[in-house]
């Protein structure tokens, strides 16, 4: 990587650092063109923006997903079978 | 007794099981695979629960092994191409310079009680324009909590793929939600 990376290389960066520890001089390519770049730091902080949502939403909300009556039914015979052979 | 068991877990966790499940693999047949699959293996292996877990909390474990199965199998079919999954799309967000093609601008904070539900419906509409198996990627990660180690030996995918499925599904999801209404300040 050249001594700045672009905004799209930066996005790269800042995908795999939400994942992993980059490589040192990543890590300086990274925080180099964030101090400069409004667009690029605005994307970084949407990634943990996302992340935070994500994790927020996964527990078991009020969510109104539910079985529906005919795949709930199959499951109950599946059950019944392999309990009755 | 056994049987009682199976059939209280389907009503009472069923439900709960399901929400896990369509959550990481966005489609609802798949997930009512999952919650079968996933109730059939806790009768087989009903002895080897000690009962030191909730019943929820050993199922929701046998679930999340269903669902890397599931996916697992859906990623093969697939056979993931390794350039032209979305970098098409991913060229129309920049200039050929690498610059952005257009101004982020900052989301608002959406976390009011009320908001909730509507950013749910947000989140899963977004997740569902993904292709399959970068929106799996992008779940087993953001959702699940996955480390992506883990993602891609599950799946059998290699690292670069990975990442380079995370960086696109991350481009679009922000895309998206933007789209849905994330930049204007306070609302979802």
């Given at each position: 990587m050249k001594w700045m990376p672009t905004c799209r290389e930066t996005t790269e960066l800042a995908s795999r650092a939400m994942d992993a520890r980059l490589p040192f001089a990543d890590r300086m390519a990274l925080r180099l063109h964030l101090a400069i770049c409004k667009n690029c730091a605005q994307f970084n902080l949407q990634l943990q923006e996302m992340r935070r949502l994500f994790r927020v939403e996964?527990?078991?909300?009020?969510?109104?997903?539910a079985l529906a009556p005919d795949a709930r039914q199959r499951i109950a015979t599946e059950l019944q079978k392999r309990l009755a052979p | 007794m056994t049987q009682l068991d199976a059939q209280t877990w389907l009503a009472e966790h069923g439900d709960y099981l399901f929400r896990v499940a369509r959550r990481q693999l966005h489609a609802d047949e798949l997930a009512e695979d999952a919650v079968q699959e996933t109730l059939l293996a806790a009768l087989t292996a009903r002895?080897?629960?000690?009962?030191?877990?909730s019943p929820r909390t050993w199922l929701t474990g046998i679930l999340k092994h269903k669902i890397v199965d599931l996916i697992r199998r859906q990623v093969r079919e697939v056979e993931l191409p390794r350039d032209q999954d979305g970098e098409e799309a991913v060229d129309?967000?920049?200039?050929?310079?690498?610059?952005?093609a257009e101004p982020l601008r900052p989301w608002g904070n959406p976390h009011a009680e009320a908001e909730l539900s509507q950013l749910r419906r947000v989140l899963d509409e977004c997740a569902d324009r993904l292709k399959p198996v970068m929106a799996q990627v992008f779940s087993l990660r953001?959702?699940?909590?996955?480390e992506t180690e883990e993602i891609c030996k599950e799946l059998d995918i290699t690292p670069t793929n990975c990442w380079v499925l995370l960086h696109r599904a991350r481009l679009f999801m922000r895309q998206c939600l933007e789209l849905n209404g994330f930049n204007r300040a306070g609302a979802v």
């Open positions: 996964t527990g078991d909300s009020d969510d109104a997903a | 002895d080897r629960y000690t009962g030191n877990a129309l967000l920049f200039k050929q310079d690498g610059h952005w953001e959702v699940a909590g996955m």
